[in-house]
Nanobody, 125 residues
Framework: QGVLVESGGGLVQAGASLRLSCAAS????????MGWFRQAPGKEREFVAA????????NYAESVKGRFTISRDGPKNAVYLQMNSLKPEDTAVYYC??????????????????WGQGTQVTVSS
């Protein structure tokens, strides 16, 4: 049974950077697509970024394109989200996710069957 644990969240000022990490345990996800989602108070969970098993293909939400970078380390069974030029509207709980249901990357939350518990990111203006 795989477990995903996020870390790296915190409180920062607008314009700052943060790097989120997601460590997997219990099973390897090195052959599976992984992604990041976020949920702000009162809003639905939304897609942020996804990466394929090798790291050769990525996809981003328009709202973070050019500011966020997703990457992964297969041997460490981990995925990362580098967030630059943070804005107050990036404030949310950020979730790491993995899927064993499909081989390609997808922005659809329902296609991910492993989820972390989330890490809070707060960006002040």
């Amino acid at each position: 049974q795989g477990v995903l644990v996020e870390s790296g969240g915190g409180l920062v000022q607008a314009g700052a950077s943060l790097r989120l990490s997601c460590a997997a345990s219990g099973r390897t996800f090195s052959s599976n697509p992984m992604g990041w989602f976020r949920q702000a108070p009162g809003k639905e969970r939304e897609f942020v970024a996804a990466i394929n098993w090798s790291g050769s293909s990525t996809n981003y939400a328009e709202s973070v394109k050019g500011r966020f970078t997703i990457s992964r380390d297969g041997p460490k069974n981990a995925v990362y989200l580098q967030m630059n030029s943070l804005k107050p509207e990036d404030t949310a709980v950020y979730y790491c996710a993995a899927t064993t249901l499909i081989t390609g990357i997808t922005p659809l939350a329902q296609m991910y069957n492993y989820w972390g518990q989330g890490t809070q990111v707060t960006v002040s203006s």
